[in-house]
């Protein structure tokens, strides 16, 4: 016990102690928040961007007189007296941006068209800014003529958004389903990636030693089972050190970024998937309340236990891999092939997860070793059955334990085993032979 | 009492008999060679002495009793023929890591590898990485882990592969030292001079199986042809006896061979007969590496695949 403790120390000094440790801990936050910030300036500023326009008022829709829509900064600049042929070419000439030409028309019955004369392809966001100070306009005209005054439009207009409550037992609570499913993906790609990544620099130590020769001294003084096991808890740890310094990190950055960028405001953050501007604060209060209806006490003792179970049971399949291959990288990547797949497919099951959380495929995957640690946690957020949970975790335990015992064994001759190719058929028969 | 003793170990693969049915035993204090061509199941009986391998069958006593792997370890230094050092790791925090493996205390452990390190004039290392060494430089280092835990049974498998005369040296001292203080070595190698020069005693190993066990001068007579040789003023140009036999002649020494029932005696008695002024006159015994040669010779030399019913 005391020489796996000493192997689980070296392994994990060793990395944590190397230059590119530091450099891949304290860069990889410094990229995502350089990231979020150049994401928050571009924001920021893109509200910032003012255009002058020249209006050509020929219905006068604005009565000389503009109302702009909220976050609309452009200035608008009425031109009278000249014909909208002879601005159209010369209005960058007197310094404007854009030309809009609004004909002749009555409002109140239909709109015609409406130009915007630019040199290039407007943007989207200006495009719908003025579009919205347009709106506006037209929309206060036929008020006027109707007779209704705005507080009256106000209280006939509907905006409903439905909300979905989770009865589930006593308690009652909202839920998002966007946001949900969010974390949930975000939570199983999380643990794709870890076993990927911490995976394969499992099977490179265990190639490290083969190729240096070091694994006979090694066994000479340590059981192999106890080199493969100290080798996968340490680089585990490795794994659980530069998280924790990541959280801290992120965490910490974000306290700091206000005082950096003043104008910095977490409610302007535009989140993915939404236009930039058309972030209400509305959006952001359910993006909260979805946040605040995830479990999050369920989601992390998921995490924890999906992450170092499926962390566990893949490393020690990479290290089986890694014992078996001689120097030729190509003959890793040939044969790490057959572990990467089954963690690929439950990739692949994870997202139809995220759509069809009770299908009967996405069940299997959520309880098939191989497969749950991903699965299920794609699957966590939609009322997993408290019995199909247990299953799963008692059958990631034992799936682990099986491939330990099986791995470790074929880990024991193929550490030994020099300059000869090991076929898939010789691992397994290695892995169940007995003694 | 031996050091140890090994019993009738065999370990049979699917295809091979790797080691069948080999015992030998190693007093303490003594050097011992492990001889064999390549594939003769030298590394698989090694392996099976460090705890690496179980036996399928036989036995292993080490300092009396049934040999325990997992605390016997900590008595054994293992220098296998595929060596191996962490690249990327300091050489003083390597030194001291796989000491601890071996069992040592950490304050022991960097007292035992400042201890070496002097001795080898090695100070200067402490900080380097192993990338850094040269072969050689590696193989000492590579030494001075083996002892670190000052082991009772010391296993050399090609210790000085790539070393120069003057660390060879350094080493071979050690060795004698080591097995002065009580340490038994056993040393395998394909280099007969050096056998010759350090052992006591010696088996030959070829298919799995023990040809050979004796002390090196008890071997060299066992194997010995009764040739001579005999330097002389001038040879003469005749040489008719039924003593002796020519082998082969050479400025002032002949190379001879006694015939069955003649004594060197004889031979002496004809030179001076013969009134030739003798020089010199000594016994030349057969080399380890003749005595191999002969008795491996034959069998074919790489080992061929076998179906084994065990």
């Not at chain 2, 090694?46 to 690496?52: A, V």
């Not at chain 2, 040879?235 to 006896?241: D, G």
């Amino acid at each position: 016990m005391n020489k796996i403790l000493l192997v689980i120390q070296r392994e994990y000094l060793v990395r944590v102690k190397k230059k590119s440790f530091l450099y891949t801990t304290i860069l990889v936050p410094i990229i995502i928040i350089g990231f979020y910030a150049a994401i928050i300036a571009i924001g920021v500023s893109g509200g910032a961007d003012k255009n002058k326009i020249a209006v050509l008022d020929q219905a006068n829709l604005f009565n000389g007189n503009i109302e702009k829509a909220k976050g609309d900064v452009s200035e608008y600049v009425f031109i009278t007296g000249q014909s909208s042929e002879t601005l159209k070419d010369t209005y960058k000439k007197m310094g404007y941006d854009y030309f809009l030409f609004i004909p002749p028309m009555d409002v109140t019955k239909n709109t015609g068209t409406i130009q915007l004369f630019s040199q290039s392809p407007i943007a989207v966001n200006q495009k719908s800014k003025v579009e919205r100070t347009i709106n506006s306009a037209i929309e206060q005209k036929r008020l006027q003529s109707a007779n209704i005054s705005r507080e009256q439009y106000r209280s006939i207009k509907s905006d409903i958004s439905i909300e979905n409550k989770i009865k589930n037992g006593k308690e009652e609570k909202k839920s998002v389903a966007g946001v949900a499913s969010g974390v949930a993906f975000a939570c199983g790609m999380l643990i794709y990636v870890i076993m990927l990544i911490y995976g394969t620099m499992v099977m490179r130590g265990v190639m490290e030693e083969k190729i240096s020769r070091i694994a006979e001294v090694m066994v000479s003084s340590v059981k192999p089972f106890q080199l493969m096991m100290g080798k996968i808890i340490g680089i585990g740890a490795v794994g659980l050190t530069q998280f924790a310094i990541w959280i801290a990190l992120i965490i910490g950055l974000q306290f700091l970024l206000p005082l950096f960028i003043p104008s910095f405001d977490p409610s302007a953050l535009p989140q993915p998937g939404q236009v930039p501007g058309m972030a209400g604060n509305s959006v952001m209060s359910t993006m909260l309340t979805g946040l605040q209806s995830v479990p999050w006490g369920l989601i992390t003792f998921c995490f924890i236990f999906y992450f170092i179970g499926g962390y566990l049971l893949y490393a020690s399949l990479f290290a089986a891999v890694g014992s078996v291959v001689s120097e030729d990288q190509s003959e890793a990547q040939q044969m790490v092939f057959p572990v990467m797949m089954p963690i690929i497919l439950g990739f692949v099951i994870m997202t139809k997860a995220i759509s069809e959380p009770n299908s009967p495929l996405v069940i299997f995957g959520s309880l098939f070793p191989l497969t749950s640690p991903v699965v299920m946690m794609g699957r966590i957020m939609y009322n997993v059955p408290v019995s199909q949970l247990i299953l799963s975790m008692v059958l990631l335990v034992l799936g682990f334990l099986f491939f330990a015992w099986l791995t470790a064994k074929i880990y024991r001759t193929g550490i030994l085993m020099y300059g000869k190719k090991v076929t898939w058929k010789e691992m397994i028969r290695w892995g169940f032979r007995k003694n | 009492m031996n050091r140890l003793e090994v019993k009738h170990l065999k370990k049979y693969y699917t295809s091979q008999k790797a080691v069948d049915d080999i015992s030998f035993s190693l007093a303490p204090g003594s050097i011992f060679g492990l001889l064999g061509p390549n594939g003769a199941g030298k590394t698989t009986l090694l392996r099976m002495i460090t705890g690496i391998f179980f036996p399928d069958e036989g036995e292993i006593i080490f300092d009396g009793k049934k040999f325990d792997p997992d605390n016997d370890v900590a008595y054994i230094g293992y220098m296998p023929e595929e060596k191996g050092l962490y690249k990327k790791m300091k050489i003083g925090d390597q030194a001291i890591y796989l000491a601890q493996l071996k069992g040592l205390s950490k304050a022991t452990a960097i007292e035992r590898v400042k201890h070496w390190f002097v001795k080898f004039e090695m100070q200067s290392w402490w900080n380097k990485k192993v990338e850094d060494l040269s072969k050689g430089m590696q193989q000492k280092l590579q030494f001075v882990t083996t002892v670190l835990n000052n082991p009772r049974l010391i296993i050399l498998d090609e210790p000085f592969s790539g070393l120069d005369p003057v660390n060879t040296n350094l080493i071979k001292d050690e060795i004698y030292a080591l097995a002065k203080n009580g340490s038994s070595i056993i040393f395998s190698t394909h280099r007969m001079e050096q056998v010759e020069e350090i052992c006591d005693h010696i088996i030959l190993v070829n298919k799995g199986q023990k040809i050979l066990d004796g002390t090196v001068n008890g071997v060299q007579q066992q194997f010995k042809e009764n040739m001579f040789a005999i330097g002389i003023d001038n040879i003469p140009e005749a040489i008719n006896t039924p003593a002796f036999e020519i082998i082969n002649s050479k400025d002032h020494q002949l190379i001879l061979k006694i015939h069955e029932g003649y004594k060197p005696n004889d031979v002496l008695h004809y030179f001076l007969q013969q009134q030739v002024g003798i020089n010199s006159f000594h016994e030349i015994l057969p080399s380890l590496s003749e005595i191999f040669i002969k008795l491996v010779e034959g069998t074919p030399l790489t080992r061929q695949f076998q179906t084994v019913t065990a």
